[in-house]
């Protein structure tokens, strides 16, 4: 390899460095503190990099925190694709997607802020936790495990439900506990069609263990 391309493969990984440094900041403010209100001083002085930089991978804080939810939030979803990778019954992947998310707020209450930041925006990304939902409410269709005739209502009602599931639950930790998550899938359940015993019996099975995102 010549000096020049040694040169330029070293500043692109140095330029790497910096960018995952910034977006791993912002996820830590997201995380910490729920807010996107912060200066860029302080996005680069929890980064621990020069100011100038930022202006080098971002134009502005709002492309910076669209990145770092976007990244929370596929790593999250992709968590719960390896939980559920010895499952066939698309009810139960929903279901376990929505009993997991629901219980964000008391287990992982940094991706529930991230989450609660991304709001109804996040419907409409590729990547996370609604792409995912709507892939398990489509399949739930053709097993004929769901009786929907629209899934993009149900995956509105669905992430309705569960953001003001956490919204509560940050506010008001006392308010909820494992139960009532596993009780707002059972509804979403019956409001997918399913039967109360059915909803009942997948809402209720064991969980599979979903690794740190």
Request: with cysteine; proline share 3%.
């Amino acid at each position: 390899m010549s000096t020049q391309a040694e040169s330029t493969t070293r500043l692109d990984r140095r330029k790497a460095r910096t960018r995952a440094a910034l977006v791993d900041a912002a996820r830590r403010i997201l995380a910490e503190r729920g807010t996107t209100d912060v200066s860029i001083q302080e996005i680069t002085d929890e980064a621990d990099v020069g100011f100038g930089s930022f202006y080098n991978h971002f134009e502005t804080k709002a492309e910076l925190f669209e990145a770092a939810v976007a990244e929370a939030l596929e790593e999250y979803g992709a968590a719960l694709d390896r939980a559920c990778e010895g499952l066939d019954d698309a009810a139960e992947i929903y279901a376990v997607g929505v009993r997991m998310s629901a219980r964000l707020g008391t287990m992982r209450p940094g991706v529930a802020r991230v989450l609660l930041q991304a709001g109804m925006s996040y419907l409409s990304s590729d990547q996370g936790l609604a792409p995912r939902a709507l892939r398990d409410i489509r399949r739930g269709i053709e097993q004929g495990r769901f009786k929907v005739d629209n899934p993009y209502v149900a995956l509105a009602s669905t992430a309705g439900c569960v953001l003001a599931f956490l919204r509560v639950n940050l506010d008001r930790p006392d308010s909820f506990d494992e139960s009532d998550a596993d009780a707002l899938c059972e509804m979403l359940l019956r409001m997918l069609g399913m039967t109360p015993a059915s909803a009942r019996a997948v809402a209720h099975r064991k969980l599979p263990p979903v690794e740190s995102a």
